[in-house]
């Protein structure tokens, strides 16, 4: 089978692409889940593995998450990469004790005599129209666990290396893939086998009047807002988080310290969510830098609401304008 | 020294593929009353789901699951049911949702993303669909154990899909039910796929009602396209449960007729022989027939029922349509009983926002 | 049977009096949690409510959390009252999904239709010598949860009043007992049915120089740094969070807007805890009052330690005052 | 048309109460040198054990899960995993640790709050000692899968309690190992008590191998307290399991001799009298007494077993109260493979700190 080197791809089919790169590759590397197999996964992110690698390496599991979590836990120890597909993030809840209690603690309970080199993969975020638990974006939960990795991919070529990297980690990485962009654009990716590193966050942009930080599907708003922003004069840096656990401060801080003014923009509730670490890791290392204080974009404190109301939730364009408004107005 | 534990699980079936009698039918088969009014949720359940469908294909409905196979025994289930016992249900449960007393609009409302399609004014007791598969089999036992602890003489039924029974969720749910003795009757819609995963990579189990087993709880397993098998094994089980008896698992064996829902291609994983073939099962033709065949039906008979069915659906269709999405504050006002003053803030701001004509924002 | 009016009780001890004050009071309590009637807990918390209140109140589930967690949301549904016990708030995750999926939801998913009035009560955090899993303080996953309160008390008085109020609110509340502090101290609480409020702070302690900011078992601490920070000349006000979500802000923001100072203390891992979200929101809201970076003192971003070194993960006293004399030094 | 499903589960035992054979003995029985061996270990794991918790009274070691009562089985697994099958435990399993070369420093150093414990040199691809209830049954399933995907002809045994059967996990699991095909064999410690909750409140079930016919499995049950059924079954499935015959459910009726840990206390919540009878049953007090009539055994021979399990006791325990704490800083050592940039500054204070002479505290 010849892979063209470079290929157009949307993100769902750069996750493919290092999926079948890397199984290519290592043929430790698995992949399990429902209906990852025979249908390719229902957003068709692990189409052709089966028929590539075969029914032992690519699985459709029972229907229970936390077996599918605790499988690949199991798998792991015994040297297998495991891949395993969560198919909303909605439904990664029964997975969490697996995750949390095993996956994320195996090497330091063993004193690394075993360890879990798995990656969790869910589609998250909401705005596809689906039904309720099909829009969760609970990356903060994974992120406050020790032991764990989170990585957010937000465009085709970081879906590719920052998914070839999470597979060849040795330690447990939660993928949580933006399906909202799963199709929204596509970028040319050379498919080499290259990865991208996983303790980096991804200047997009740079600016010298506010940060915008943000990671996921709001990438794109948040690009579109820094394009808007030029026009009224103002030059924003937009920096892609992509691994919001552990956390690159370092990157973050650079940029703030040169613009003095931040605004962090997520999907997820406020309350609790990732933006509000960064902030308080801002606003305790940058204290004498800033200008103005850090604030945050996001989604509301409630329950993401149905289809016909999900946009009243969603972080806008015009939001993160007025944000920016309101942090260079002082 | 050998000793044996010896257990099973039985099967019924009154009607073959054509509707004929296979043998004696049971006292159920008498009410041709009940019958019939069997038959007309059937056939209502299919237009609307149809048309459902066709919502969704032109963009006026989300993502919506077919209950196409499902009328038969959801209909008993809905038929079995007292007004005052508890519906647990999973997401495809529209036959009985509608004899529950669910309207098409609220269902409608439901599927075409608004949460006032959940807010079931003639069944205020019933479970909402529940999205997260087996999830609701613990709300079941929950419900029934309520029954129990007031003395009442109330029963649960919990639908799941084959799928479903491999969660840990309807494992603990149904060994609870077994060690409470509670009066919660699950009935597993086995369709033979969920999504694209058959049956057979499901569990290596024989049959799924032997999982009843694991619980000390009786198994049951009825053809599901079988409308007198359905009735009188719910009815059975009911009355077992409401007569503080104890629970049971009844296996509905069945087919998945549509795609898994609206945004699945079921032509990628399964045959079309395979689909011919489950038509032929095709429970409701089978009422029909049986019907016609003992008299109490005819072309007529059927024109009306299917023009009045259309009508009836129509009707909710046109006052789904016209129907105005809730006000955004709205995604804050059933959070908590009240707003707590944290949330006072954020209210206030989508308010101000969609006042000032804003399509869409966060925070 | 006769109660006396005031008791001098322990926390645990307070919960106990508060359960069965209102299973006294309100047929619809019902208790239910592995080993919760005939041996009354593990803690004791339930000791003596089956003898009182008979089986079909207090309840022996099956060796299942997910199960306890989704049975108590079928009760609730039906107008019972449950309080759900978890042994420990490490064995927590199995019941995630019935928490984050159904309880938190089910009051906005039937626009009130049905709502789950139920306390999920669980022992947490560490410094009691336990095996692994028994130490955990991962009270920012709930906190971030939408529909959910996250209550904490950290005295016998609270206990027994927050409690109280829980069981009466009709949403869902996760209250969470540290532990460590079950029996550490007794206190006078009179078994009168007064609960407190579920929407603020307390303030323990009034000061004019720094806030610090605490919850659970960490008060204590906080509370003899403060002692001994007085001898230093720094007059701290402390502040219990007690419900910590929805988060009294006001409460948190009056005192920074006197102190121009403050210090967060939790035991919990410091990468998005709760403490972020508080250290966020005053860094936003008291920019200009604050004469210092708001600090953090927690535990580290690891697996709280096996206990012969539990200590070393513990918060201590001296961390404390060391934060407070960082801050007070700018 | 009623048809039915049986199925069964069968129970064997070979010894009586006092250790006389009740009829033919299986095969194993012949192999004296291994009854030897399975008595030794049984003793060994006995005097570690009343060691331990006397080090827990003194302050000496943490919480401990007293092994009294499930000696035999323990034995009878350890001898039956092969050196290159995986062992998958629960927390009460010490004497399969014992045999599969965990040592006595780990296992004191586990329980005595030391991640060291669980480092076990001899044993590398056993999973590490489960606390949370039921969850190893899913890594067993995945090490299994391994086995399956690479083609190898190992297997695996994964120990959980009656308590553990009612969770999901182990639920779940079973049913994996039915669909897959897993060479797994669960055993299931069924010692009557799950803390204080009896085996008739976990479960509505007759027996608990009947679980097993859930998932499509067999289901065995064995005294585990009787040797010779125990190696049987456990002999039998594992040899069936590593053929590719898929794997086994077998349920080990013991009794929890002790405690539940050294923080119960048992006579809460069951009677003397129950203790006394199940103490009639105990499993090594039986072996004896059958190595004894057979003339295998005799006191002098007693005693000089008790004093070598004594002495290697004696000698770990020094070993482990002189062996040092970790150094603080191994919290953030392998957390990951390496540490990131993110923690340097937090493992950098714990040095310094610890440098500085502190006795505790966070950052
Ligand atoms: C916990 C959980 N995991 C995954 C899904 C996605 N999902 C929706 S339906 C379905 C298959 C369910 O099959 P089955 O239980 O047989 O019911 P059916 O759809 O066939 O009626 C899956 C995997 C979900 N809704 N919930
Ligand atoms: C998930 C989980 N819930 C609760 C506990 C607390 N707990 C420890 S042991 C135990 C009872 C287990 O009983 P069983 O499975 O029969 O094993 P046994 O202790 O009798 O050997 C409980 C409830 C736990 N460790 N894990
Ligand atoms: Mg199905
Ligand atoms: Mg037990």
């Known amino acids: 089978m010849s892979v063209p080197e470079i290929r157009e791809v949307t993100l769902v089919e750069a996750v493919n692409m290092a999926l079948a ?171 080499n086998g290259e990865a991208l590193p996983l303790d980096t966050c991804f200047t997009l942009r740079e600016g010298d009047d506010v940060t915008l930080i943000t990671w996921g599907a709001c990438v794109q708003e948040t690009l579109q807002a820094a394009t808007r922003l030029i026009e009224q004069g103002v030059s924003s840096e937009v920096i892609d988080v992509a691994t919001v656990s552990p956390l690159d401060r370092e990157t973050l801080l650079c940029s703030v310290a040169k613009t003095g003014r931040a605004v962090i923009v997520h999907e997820a509730c406020r309350n609790g969510g990732v933006g509000a670490e960064i902030a308080a890791s801002i606003a305790e290392s940058a204290f004498l830098d800033l200008q103005a204080p850090v604030v945050r974009v996001t989604g509301y404190d409630t329950i993401m609401p149905y289809y016909r109301n999900e946009q009243a939730y969603l972080p806008q364009v015009s939001d993160i304008i007025e944000a920016v408004e309101q942090v260079i107005a002082l | 020294m050998k000793q044996h534990h010896d257990f099973h699980v039985d099967s019924t079936r009154y009607l073959d593929d054509h509707g004929n009698a296979l043998g004696d039918l049971p006292p159920q088969a008498e009410d041709t009353e009940r019958t019939l009014a069997a038959y007309r949720n059937m056939v209502l359940t299919r237009t609307f789901d149809a048309k459902t469908i066709a919502l969704q294909r032109t963009g006026k409905c989300g993502t919506y699951p077919s209950v196409l196979g499902h009328e038969v025994i959801g209909t008993a289930i809905g038929q079995s049911l007292a007004k005052t016992d508890v519906f647990v249900p999973y997401y495809r449960d529209q036959a009985v949702h509608i004899l529950r007393g669910a309207t098409l609009l609220e269902l409608l409302l439901y599927w075409g993303g608004d949460e006032r399609g959940s807010a079931w004014k003639n069944c205020p007791e019933d479970l909402p669909i529940a999205v997260p598969i087996a999830t609701q089999c613990c709300h079941a036992v929950g419900v029934a154990s309520a029954f129990r602890i007031r003395g009442e003489d109330r029963a649960v039924v919990c639908c799941v899909g084959d799928g479903g029974t491999s969660k ?35 569990t290596g189990a024989e049959t799924i009602a032997q999982k009843a087993i694991s619980a000390g709880l009786p198994g049951h397993i009825v053809d599901g396209n079988d409308y007198f098998a359905a009735v009188e094994a719910l009815d059975t089980a009911l009355d077992r449960a409401r007569a503080g008896k104890g629970g049971a ?108 004509g804003a399509s869409g924002g966060g925070q």
């Open chain 1, 21 to 191: 790169w890397e199984m290519g590759q290592d043929e430790n590397v698995v992949v399990l889940g429902e209906d990852v197999a025979t249908n390719g996964g229902v957003f068709r992110a692990t189409v052709g593995l089966k028929e590539r690698f075969g029914f032992k390496r690519v699985m459709d599991t029972p229907l229970a998450e936390n077996l599918i979590a605790g499988t690949a836990v199991g798998m792991a120890t015994q040297g297998l990469k495991p891949v395993a597909e969560f198919q909303f993030m909605g439904f990664i809840y029964a997975g969490m004790e697996q995750i949390v209690s095993h996956a994320a603690r195996m090497r330091n309970r063993t004193r690394g005599r075993l360890h879990c080199p798995i990656v969790y993969r869910a589609p998250f975020g909401g705005g596809i129209h689906a039904p309720e638990h099909h829009s969760e974006s609970t990356e903060a939960l994974f992120a406050h666990i020790p032991g764990l990795r989170v990585v957010i991919p937000s465009s085709p070529q970081r879906a590719y290396g920052l998914l070839l990297a999470a597979i060849r980690n040795p330690d447990p990485v939660v993928f949580l893939e933006p399906k909202r962009i799963y199709r929204a654009v596509t970028q040319s990716v050379p498919n």
């Open chain 2, 168 to 202: 840990g969720d309807f494992l603990e749910s149904i060994n609870l039910a077994g060690a409470w003795h509670l009066p919660v009757v699950f009935v597993v819609i086995n369709n033979q796929w969920a999504i694209s995963t058959p049956r057979a990579i499901q």
């Open chain 2, 249 to 356: 698992v009844i296996e509905a064996v069945t087919y998945r007729l549509g795609d898994h829902t609206t945004a699945d291609d079921a032509t990628r994983y399964r045959s079309a022989e395979e689909l011919k073939k489950a038509w032929e099962k095709d429970g409701v033709k089978r009422l029909q027939n049986y019907l016609h065949n003992t008299g109490f039906w005819s072309p007529n008979k059927e024109k009306a029922l299917q023009a009045e069915c259309k009508q009836t659906v129509e009707k909710a269709v046109e006052v789904y349509l016209a129907t105005d999405p809730e006000p955004p504050t709205a995604m804050l006002d059933f959070l908590f009983e009240s707003l707590p003053a944290a949330l006072v803030g954020q209210r206030e701001r989508i308010a101000a926002k969609f006042r000032g």
